[in-house]
């Protein structure tokens, strides 16, 4: 089984300020990896993946996570944010075969919010 | 397409009762995915369906809680003599079998259920 842990709760930053929220997992078989963003009252959009390949992987709107698999981890940064990134950011792992390779396993998220 | 569809979005209701909520996924997705979502955590899986079969059910899904999906398009799920412990959001996700890995699920905005 798996499980996701993200460090912080809570992250406060200014605008235009980097920012990094950490995630790490634990598995005992590979993973696929992806990051959700939860704004307020809506859904879990997809931010970005990692399915194999290059372990930097980006989303269009200017963050960035990579995958460490030595460190078990996949912390999502952006160099610099914008008030419309304060939401919820939720890590989640997902095994990509066999028994539960549909299901997601997410981390307790992390709030993000950006301080003008 | 309008993306997945979740009602109602808001229901309260009085411990003992019972609540149905409807979910519609993406037109062509074959998979449809229930999470729980209780205030501070991550999603939770709940139960999933290929078409109409209902292939896996998390221990969270206890037997007051059931869910269909009759004709392989939009899924119910219903719960039985309401506990306060079941408040949380309900999210359904959707994907199409073979591409989920790639794109990640679709989810609903959620249906955000208080038991008083």
């Known amino acids: 089984a798996q499980s996701v842990t993200q460090l912080d709760s809570q992250v406060p930053v200014f605008e235009e300020a980097p920012v990094e929220l950490r995630c790490n997992y634990s598995?005992?078989?590979?993973?696929?990896l992806f990051w959700y963003v939860q704004y307020p009252n809506q859904g879990l959009q997809l931010l970005l993946k990692?399915?194999?390949?290059?372990?930097l992987v980006e989303s269009i709107n200017g963050f960035e996570a990579e995958f460490n698999k030595s460190q078990t981890s996949f912390h999502l940064r952006k160099p610099s944010v914008h008030i419309s990134d304060t939401a919820e950011y939720f890590c989640?792992?997902?095994?990509?075969?066999?028994?539960?390779?549909?299901?997601?396993?997410f981390g307790k998220g992390t709030k993000l919010s950006v301080i003008p | 397409d309008t993306g997945v569809s979740q009602d109602p979005r808001h229901k309260i209701t009085k411990r003992g009762q019972n609540v149905t909520f409807r979910c519609d996924p993406i037109?062509?997705?074959?998979?449809l995915y229930w999470y729980r979502q209780t205030l501070g955590q991550g999603p939770e899986f709940l139960t999933y369906?290929?078409?109409?079969?209902?292939?896996?059910k998390s221990r969270l899904l206890s037997d007051r809680f059931s869910a269909e999906r009759p004709k392989g398009s939009f899924s119910t799920l219903e719960i039985q003599r309401t506990e306060q412990g079941d408040s949380a959001m309900y999210l359904c996700?959707?994907?199409?079998?073979?591409?989920?890995?790639?794109?990640?699920?679709?989810f609903g905005s959620g249906t955000r259920l208080t038991v008083v």
């Open positions: 996700a959707s994907s199409l079998a073979g591409t989920g890995f790639n794109y990640g699920y679709t």
């Open positions: 598995s005992s078989v590979s993973v696929y």
């Open positions: 989640a792992v997902r095994t990509p075969s066999g028994a539960g390779s549909y299901q997601l396993t």
């Open positions: 990692y399915l194999s390949g290059s372990t």
């Open positions: 037109s062509e997705h074959n998979r």
């Open positions: 369906f290929q078409n109409e079969a209902q292939l896996e």
